[in-house]
């Protein structure tokens, strides 16, 4: 059985990265998704793929932060980290910038608190412990 701490260690990690990239998902639906379309065709991707952007930045986090389908909201951010990593920074987003941080540090940054997540799951402190309390098989998505 997890204590507390760790409980309260993976809401304040949930609210955190959920609020935080919350922010990019409101950007992207108030000012547009047109630099992300033409990211994705100057790549040779189908520029249909913008469309899971506003689903993994808007929707998964408030998902993350609510303790609801984390798992599944999680992968979600993971792969748009990925996607974003690949069309914006390539192997560049491993170089230093003139503060010696990398390049893409804040990506990293979210891929892995998201996948730190998608481990640990909701915790204790969770819409989905009200909700499928006695239905571990949803609880675990």
């Given amino acids: ?7 309260l260690g993976i809401l304040i990690l949930r609210i955190t990265v959920g609020g935080l990239m919350i922010f990019h998902g409101v950007a992207k639906l108030v000012h547009g998704h047109g630099f992300i379309i033409a990211a994705l065709s100057q790549k040779g991707l189908p520029e249909i793929l913008w469309l899971g952007v506003p689903l993994a930045e808007f929707i998964a986090p408030i998902l993350i932060i609510l303790g609801l389908f984390t798992r599944v909201a999680s992968s979600l951010i993971v792969f748009t980290m990925i996607m974003t990593f690949y069309l914006v920074f390539g192997m ?3 170089k230093l910038n003139e503060y010696g941080t990398f390049v893409a540090e ?3 940054f ?4 998201a996948i730190a997540i998608y481990f640990t799951g909701s915790g204790r402190f969770a819409l989905s ?4 309390k006695n239905q571990l ?3 675990s998505l």
Wanted: glycine share 4%; proline share 0%; no cysteine.
């Fill in 1 to 7: 059985m997890k204590s507390i701490n760790t409980d």
């Fill in 92 to 94: 560049d987003g491993f």
């Fill in 106 to 108: 804040l990506n990293l």
């Fill in 110 to 113: 979210y891929m892995f608190t």
């Fill in 129 to 132: 412990e009200i909700l499928f």
């Fill in 137 to 139: 098989k949803l609880k």
